[in-house]
């Protein structure tokens, strides 16, 4: 099974994981719409992103923004925009997917190539779409693809069922009269 690991961003990491080989079969980065078309024309089997919006660095960014000032908010405020355009883009082309909160990210190229064994050039962004698909194994993914499928009818935005208080994309409640 192909699997699309994503590095949502301004520059999107892109990388492609075949997980009967276990191994790396492209590492790329690219401007979300190209992004699109890009994982589009795999036809992957699942496709893993790192969901910002489950990230739990908040007491750290506050340190962070005395720092550097509000802009780190507004960063991470994009990145979980692009999480759930991700989304939606994946729910309307019915393609499963698992967004993950990010764990082993920012890794050297060196490291990378320890870790992957890839050598060919990449930048931050696409090593970091590709530690979210490495190692996964077929049953791994398999698995990935029956939880997705068997989510609750009705679920519209698949983190909502993960993390319902996740990023700014969760169901509405009907009681507050809105359309």
């Avoid at 729910?91 to 698992?98: C, F, G, K, M, T």
Wanted: glycine share 10%; hydrophobic share 40%; aromatic share 6%.
């Amino acid at each position: 099974m192909i699997v699309i690991g994503i590095d949502p961003g301004t520059v999107t990491g892109l990388a492609a994981w075949d997980t009967v080989e276990r191994k790396l079969l492209k590492v790329e980065s690219h401007r979300i719409l190209a992004a699109m078309r890009w994982v589009a024309s795999w036809n992957p089997g699942l496709v893993v992103f790192e969901d910002a919006r489950k990230r739990g660095c908040f007491d750290r960014m506050d340190e962070q923004q005395r720092k550097y000032g509000a802009a780190v908010r507004e960063g991470a405020g994009s990145v979980k925009r692009d999480c759930a355009i991700w989304e939606e883009f994946l729910l309307e082309r019915n393609i499963p997917h698992n967004g993950r909160a990010p764990r082993l990210t920012k890794k050297d190229r060196d490291q990378f190539h320890v870790l992957t064994g890839w050598t060919a050039r990449t930048n931050e962004h696409g090593r970091d779409a590709a530690l979210v698909v490495v190692g996964l194994n077929n049953p791994m993914a398999e698995g990935m693809v029956r939880a997705w499928q068997q989510r609750p009818n009705g679920t519209k935005y698949s983190s909502s069922v993960a993390a319902p208080n996740a990023g700014t994309r969760g169901r509405r409640s009907s009681t507050v009269g809105i359309a």
